[in-house]
């Protein structure tokens, strides 16, 4: 009997799409996305970082970006977003199934709904701090300068903003707002891989392990729902993240003393809907970003699944 049991997990195993392959599945998703969604999360950036309403809304910011500073500002800082996102995807897929692989019943192979959670959130923590923070905490700081003319800029672009924060700020100044960080990817990514694992069954009758492949336009629309549950979670660790990326590292004449007095600040002085400023922005881009990445990789997972395995678990 343990014999038995012990082949039908080494079976399952084998059958199972490597992480590898979802890591890269995920990285190329992730460079498409990152090239069509930049200005975006730009204007997103611009609007989380707007105290004196310079900007009347998504359109009026855009705008105003674009006659001021030029067409080119809209893709500020994609080179470490594109990197990141790259670097990011990369780590959440891969991580994510090895947290699923570890979690599956030994014996039957099947994923409890709490396992699918705690996945998500490990492979959310895990990509906020090895990647997310100290490339957003570059990304914002070259997102919100002004203006194109290098001589009046203070960051003249990644490697000079990264030596510029660790001279002035030290090491943990590119850690800037590590904890919302944290919060916001863990809770993000729990939510989205149990959406998509969710949408994907309810709507498309695909259950881990059967074999189905999904056509584009099935991971497009699941991918794109399951995109919209985390920001609206969310939203208040983003922003919090955003202004304590962009003030530097904590100090005494620091405005913003960490997470929760961030928050309680920014509630006292600008009310509670600040807490999900930059809300619509982050549902343009994240949900559509979402449909890209996981057309993307659903297409190469279920090439890598048609070559090489039969009833592989998605």
Aim: hydrophobic share 40%.
């Amino acid at each position: 009997m343990a014999e038995d049991a012990k082949r039908d997990q080494n079976q399952a195993t084998a059958k199972a799409i490597p992480p590898y392959v979802k890591a890269i599945a995920g990285s190329i998703g992730g460079v498409v996305e990152a090239g069509c969604l930049q200005p975006i999360d730009v204007i997103k950036t611009r609007l989380q970082l707007d105290r004196s309403g310079k900007y009347k809304g998504i359109i009026h910011c855009g705008a105003t970006v674009v006659r001021t500073e030029g067409v080119r500002a809209l893709w500020k800082g994609l080179t470490p977003f594109a990197t990141h996102l790259t670097l990011k995807y990369a780590l959440r897929m891969g991580s994510n199934a090895v947290l699923q692989s570890a979690f599956r019943d030994s014996q039957t192979g099947k994923l409890s709904n709490q396992a699918r959670l705690v996945s998500g959130f490990g492979a959310g923590v895990l990509e906020a701090l090895v990647i997310v923070t100290p490339f957003e905490v570059v990304k914002i700081r070259l997102q919100q300068q002004r203006g194109l003319r290098p001589e009046l800029l203070k960051y003249k672009g990644p490697i000079h903003c990264v030596q510029t924060i660790i001279r002035e700020e030290g090491l943990l100044g590119m850690w800037s707002g590590a904890a919302p960080t944290v919060m916001r990817n863990g809770t993000n990514q729990a939510a989205m891989f149990t959406a998509k694992y969710t949408f994907d069954k309810i709507m498309w009758h695909r259950q881990e392990g059967d074999g189905k492949v999904l056509q584009p336009w099935q991971s497009m629309i699941s991918g794109f729902l399951a995109g919209t549950v985390g920001p609206m979670c969310t939203g208040p660790f983003d922003v919090v993240k955003t202004r304590l990326m962009a003030q530097g590292r904590v100090g005494v004449d620091s405005k913003y003393k960490g997470m929760f007095h961030a928050i309680r600040t920014i509630f006292a002085e600008e009310g509670l809907l600040a807490l999900w400023k930059g809300l619509l922005p982050r549902l343009m881009r994240i949900p559509p970003g979402q449909a890209i990445m996981w057309v993307v990789a659903d297409h190469i997972t279920g090439l890598y699944e048609k070559k090489y395995l039969r009833d592989a678990p998605l």
